[in-house]
C-alpha cells in the first residue's frame, strides 16, 4: 500500500525521524490557513507548496512551488489542486491533484552550506537481508544516477536477524562525508529510519533528499513510503491511511469483491486460480502470440457469483480482445466454475469477446457437459496448449 507524503512523515516522525513539517490543504483558502499556522508553530516565512499524489518527479511536472507570501500560497495551491499532474510515475493521462501539503522552508541560510543526499531502506530479495541504498546525489532521480554515476550508489546490507549495528550508522554517515554535529545526527537518522521501515512493516522508505541544514540538522524533506499490505492487520491505523482515489479502480473494486486483480497492458484477459497456473498461464498466452491483459486470481472458492465479478471486471477492460478461463479444481469443482461461466455471460447478456475456457480436476466432464450443452459461443480445451492456439486463433 503506497501512501502520500504526508502519511509518510507522519509515520517516521513516530519512530524519531526528523522531518520537514507540513499541513495538508484542501483547497486554495485552506492552504493560506495552514501556511498561517505553520508560521506560528515553526517561524517559517517561506513555504513550499507540494501536490500529494502516489508518484515521484512531482517537481519536475509542476506540483512543488516555492511560495514567499500568503498570496502566493493562495495563488500556486489553487494552481495545483485540481491539475492533472503528469511525472515519469504517473500514467500518459497524469493524476488529479486532490490536496497539497503547505511545508516549512528548510533551506535557510545559518552557519556552513546545505547538502542534499539519498536514501532507502528496502528488502534485497537476492540475499534475503534488507538494505540501505544512499547516495550524496539526492534531489535527483536515483534511476538516472545509478545510469550515469553508478560509483556514486553505496548499498549497506543488513541481517534482519541482528539488526542495524551502530558501526554500520557510522560507515554510511562517513561515506556521505558528515562531519561534526552533521555526523552524529546523520547516525541517528539512519538509525531511526531503520526502525521505522521495521517498525511499520514497509516495502519501502525512500526518502530523496535527506537535507543536511545549514545548522547540521539532518532531516527527511520528502517520504516515499510503501507498506507491506499482508501486514496491514498488525496496524490498523496505518491501513486506514489508504487512499483509494489514488489506485486503479477496477483494481480497487476486485479487491472489494475478494479478488487478486492486477492491470497489465494486453489483449487477452486471464481468469485462473492459483498464482502459480496464473504465471503460466500469461506464459502461454505470450508464447502463442498474445499479451495478457490481466492477473487475476478467482481464488479456491470460485464459486458462481466470484466468476461472474471476475467477467464483469475483466470486460471493464476496453483492451481485451479474447478471455482466457483456466481452472484447475482441486478445493473448488470445476462444474461450479463452468455454472458461473454460464450464468455470467446470461446476466451479463450479449459478450462480444471470445471466451476460452479449459476447466481440469475435480468434475471436468461434468463441466465440460454444462458448457458444451449452454448454447454459448464459448470455446473448451482440455490441454494448456489447445487453449493458447485457440486464443492465438480468436486472435488472428
Known amino acids: 500500500m503506497n501512501l502520500h507524503e504526508y502519511q509518510g512523515k507522519i509515520i517516521l516522525q513516530k519512530f524519531g525521524v526528523a522531518v520537514q513539517r507540513g499541513l495538508v490543504a484542501y483547497n486554495a483558502d485552506e492552504a493560506v490557513d495552514q501556511a498561517k499556522r505553520l508560521g ?58 486532490h490536496k497539497v501539503l503547505i511545508a516549512e522552508d528548510v533551506y535557510y541560510p545559518g552557519p556552513s552550506a546545505t547538502k542534499e543526499y539519498y536514501m532507502s531502506v528496502l528488502l534485497d530479495r537476492a540475499s534475503a537481508r534488507n538494505v540501505i541504498v544512499y547516495s550524496t546525489e539526492g534531489g535527483m532521480d536515483i534511476e538516472e544516477v545509478a545510469e550515469h554515476h553508478p560509483d556514486k550508489i553505496q548499498k549497506e546490507f543488513v541481517d534482519p536477524r541482528v539488526g542495524l549495528r551502530p558501526f554500520q550508522c557510522h560507515k ?47 532531516i527527511a524533506v520528502d517520504a516515499k513510503v510503501r507498506l507491506d499490505g499482508n501486514a496491514l492487520y498488525r496496524h490498523p491505523d496505518f491501513a486506514e491511511m489508504r487512499d483509494k ?17 492486477v492491470k497489465l497492458d494486453g489483449n487477452v484477459g486471464c481468469m485462473v486460480n492459483g498464482a502459480g497456473l496464473a504465471m503460466a498461464t500469461m506464459d502461454i498466452i505470450k508464447l502463442s502470440g498474445g499479451e495478457p491483459a490481466n492477473f487475476l486470481d478467482v481464488g479456491g472458492t470460485a464459486d458462481a457469483a466470484r466468476v461472474e465479478k471476475a467477467f464483469r471486471i475483466i470486460l471493464k477492460d476496453p483492451s481485451v480482445k479474447a478471455i482466457l478461463v483456466n481452472i484447475f479444481g482441486g478445493i ?7 455454472q458461473g461461466i454460464v450464468d455470467a455471460y446470461k446476466n451479463i447478456g450479449d459478450i462480444q469477446v471470445p471466451i476460452i475456457v479449459r476447466l481440469q480436476g475435480t468434475n471436468a466432464k461434468e463441466a465440460k457437459d454444462l458448457i458444451d450443452n449452454s448454447g454459448l459461443k464459448v470455446l473448451g480445451a482440455v490441454a494448456l496448449q489447445e487453449a493458447a492456439d485457440r486464443v492465438r486463433d480468436v486472435l488472428k
Open 40 to 97: 506560528q508553530e515553526t517561524g517559517t516565512k517561506w513555504w513550499v507548496v507540494k501536490a500529494q499524489i502516489h508518484a515521484g518527479g512531482r517537481g519536475k511536472g509542476g506540483g512543488v512551488k516555492l511560495a514567499k507570501s500568503y498570496d502566493e500560497v493562495r495563488e500556486k495551491s489553487d494552481a495545483i489542486i485540481g491539475m492533472m499532474l503528469k511525472t515519469p510515475q504517473t500514467p500518459p493521462q497524469g493524476k488529479l491533484v
Open 172 to 218: 554510511i554517515a562517513t561515506a556521505l562525508g558528515c562531519t561534526g554535529a552533521a555526523k552524529k545526527a546523520m547516525v541517528k537518522f539512519i538509525a531511526d529510519l531503520y526502525r521505522a521501515y521495521e517498525g511499520c512493516d514497509a516495502a519501502m522508505f525512500e526518502i530523496n533528499p535527506v537535507l543536511k541544514t545549514s545548522d547540521d540538522k539532518v
Open 245 to 261: 482515489t489514488e489506485e486503479d479502480p477496477t483494481e480497487v473494486v476486485a479487491g472489494e469483491a475478494g479478488l487478486n486483480y
Open 332 to 338: 473448488v469443482r470445476c462444474d461450479r466454475v463452468a
